[in-house]
């Protein structure tokens, strides 16, 4: 390579840093001067609203509760299997029963107890909401009947479906050796009621949409139903179906927080409920690093989205942002 | 030689707001074996609509088509289309296109391999096997409109249908697979129906030449037998005086005898550009 080009390269990847680097530095930089700024301002009675560095201390706070409390967890289990191996030397028979420990979860357990119910109440939400709406978006007639249920249960809140499955759950989920804890599938069916109709609706749309050409050229190649279903329906509605999608799984997240909140299942909801309760003076700062994390947690799942989506789609011209 | 296709009279009514459209009234034409037939006319006098009762897209309201003697019901391989604007599935490679297509019509008769081989013997025809792997918003117009005739040619049809096939390309692009087509129609000796507002292309390709009068209510109004030896060269045709004549017979009927009066901004236009418009969906 000449110097030239050696040259011209150089220039042109420091253009990209300042686009995609400095600018962004410079957003959050100003965010967090005008943060510390009207925090110092803010009196609540749990003392100041919390600025960056409290909160940055609350999170070293939360990283080493967790470290304390996972060596807890492993010296109560040490200490059952020397229990267990010195009644075992004495009696040979004796055969010992390990007790799981109980002791209380940490901010980064509550954490990974929301994402996996969250994606699989969205995994839920999808099972149901692509094969419909491809149903829908086929066929006129399922569409108008559909059509009115479809709009009148959209638009519900999921404080609204909370007590109802709650209900349901308690009712109908009655197993002496479960599977799933109960708040588990409380907060996971709301977060599916809640999460699949955007992706129902853009499915169907979708599916509706796709081009009167190719339409004809199915029926003149005489496809059968499920040859025309997968090679001409479904990959025309591939870029709506993920429209649908990427909006689903940013619902589900909003509306988990809300359902833990509410329902007192385990997960980040609860977590900020029990701090707002607990009304110490660290509370304020941890519900804080609670917010961010959340923000941060369902950016990541939106952009996980987007890299399925374009894995996925065949159209690599489709600006994705 | 026997007929191959039978079109006779043929209506076709389409329901609008307004009471019953009638687009086509009493189209009669008998077409042999290997012959290429050209549709011209004025946009919306109902060259598509043939076209697409032919295809079986459409259902005449009246009248009906025979293809060897029976009765053409729904669209089907054997009367392949090739679409104006290509109509290729954007997220197949041209290879891929075509095979769906071979896939279809051979699965019974053709091995794998063989069925491989016929998909690249077609795309060898229209001179796109450099491009099969690529998908279609990677070529360009005339080679998706290439891949297009490729996979209408693998699905072996007795008639093949052709919808403006070159209208949205460009004027040299469009001589060249003019070109083509004149070369792949000399070894194959397809029936092709042919649409096209172009009267170079409708003179240079065809045997015969259908001039449509306008609608609504649209018919054939005059037929044209072309006798020009095969194969025609468009650069020794272009002084050649039986060429010309043909040339100016056509242009005579489309700007003479059925002059299309569309006045600008009028109230008239509103309502037959409407109707034109249900005729050519």
């Known amino acids: 390579m000449s110097d030239l080009s050696i040259h011209s390269l150089k220039e042109k990847l420091e253009q990209i840093s300042i686009k995609s680097l400095l600018l962004p530095l410079c957003g959050i930089i100003i965010f967090i001067m005008l943060w510390q700024v009207g925090a110092s301002r803010v009196h609540t009675s749990l003392g100041v609203f919390p600025g960056p560095a409290v909160v940055y201390e609350q999170w070293g706070n939360l990283i080493s509760e967790h470290q304390s409390e996972r060596v807890k967890e492993q010296r109560f289990y040490e200490r059952q299997e020397d229990r267990i191996a010195k009644r075992q030397a004495k009696d040979p028979d004796y055969v010992g029963k390990i007790r799981s420990y109980t002791g209380k979860p940490t901010f980064f357990d509550q954490i990974f107890t929301s994402l996996y119910t969250v994606l699989a109440g969205f995994g839920l939400a999808c099972l149901i909401a692509i094969p419909l709406g491809i149903l829908i978006g086929l066929n006129n007639a399922v569409y108008s009947a559909l059509n009115p249920v479809i709009q009148v249960f959209k638009p519900v809140s999921p404080l609204a479906w909370l007590p109802l499955v709650t209900m349901v759950v308690s009712a109908t989920y009655v197993s002496d050796d479960p599977i799933f804890s109960k708040s588990f599938l409380t907060s996971m069916f709301t977060v599916t009621l809640c999460c699949m109709w955007p992706t129902l609706i853009n499915t169907a749309v979708g599916v509706a949409a796709v081009e009167k050409d190719l339409l004809n050229v199915s029926k003149v190649l005489r496809l059968g139903w499920f040859t025309h279903v997968m090679k001409i329906v479904i990959p025309s509605a591939i870029p709506l179906m993920f429209t649908g999608l990427r909006l689903s799984l940013g619902i589900a997240w909003m509306v988990l927080i809300a359902a833990e909140m509410l329902a007192q299942n385990p997960g980040l909801g609860k977590f900020v409920w029990d701090e707002f309760q607990n009304g110490s003076s660290n509370s304020l700062g941890r519900i804080m690093v609670a917010v961010l994390m959340i923000g941060f947690i369902g950016f990541l799942l939106d952009r996980a989205m987007l890299m399925v989506q374009r894995f996925v789609s065949w159209d690599k011209t489709q600006i994705l942002r | ?281």
Request: charged share 25%; hydrophobic share 40%.
């Open chain 2, 1 to 281: 030689m026997a007929t191959h296709l039978d079109i006779s009279q043929v209506s076709i009514e389409f329901p609008t707001p307004k009471g019953a459209f009638k687009a086509l009234d009493g189209v009669n034409l008998k077409i042999n074996k290997g012959e290429f037939v050209s549709l011209i006319g004025h946009s919306g006098c109902g060259k598509s609509t043939v076209l697409n009762i032919v295809a079986g897209l459409y259902d005449a309201t009246e009248g009906g088509v025979l293809l060897d003697g029976k009765e053409v019901k729904g669209p089907g391989p054997e009367r392949a289309v090739v679409f104006q604007n290509h109509s290729l599935l954007p997220w197949l490679t041209s290879y891929q296109n075509v095979e769906l297509a071979v896939k279809q019509v051979f699965k019974k008769t053709k091995s794998k391999k063989e069925m491989h081989d016929w998909i690249m013997h077609n795309l060898d025809l229209v001179h796109m096997t450099h491009a099969a792997d690529k998908r279609p918003d990677e070529i360009s117009g005339g080679m998706k409109q290439r891949v297009g005739i490729a996979r209408a040619l693998a699905m072996e049809p007795s008639v093949l249908l052709m919808d403006e096939p070159f209208g949205a390309l460009d004027a040299l692009t469009r001589a060249h697979l003019q070109d083509s087509l004149m070369e792949i129609q000399k070894d194959l000796n397809n029936t092709v129906i042919m649409i096209t507002h172009d009267v170079d292309e409708a003179v240079l390709l065809s045997d015969r030449i259908i001039m449509m009068t306008n609608g609504p209510a649209a018919t054939i109004g005059e037929i044209l037998d072309v006798d020009l030896p095969r194969p025609r060269d468009r650069l020794a045709l272009a002084n050649d005086a039986k060429y010309v004549d043909y040339r100016a017979q056509v242009l005579t009927f489309l700007y003479e005898k059925q002059r299309k009066v569309e006045p600008i901004n009028g109230n008239a236009k509103a309502t037959s550009s409407s109707a034109a418009k249900v005729a050519n969906a």
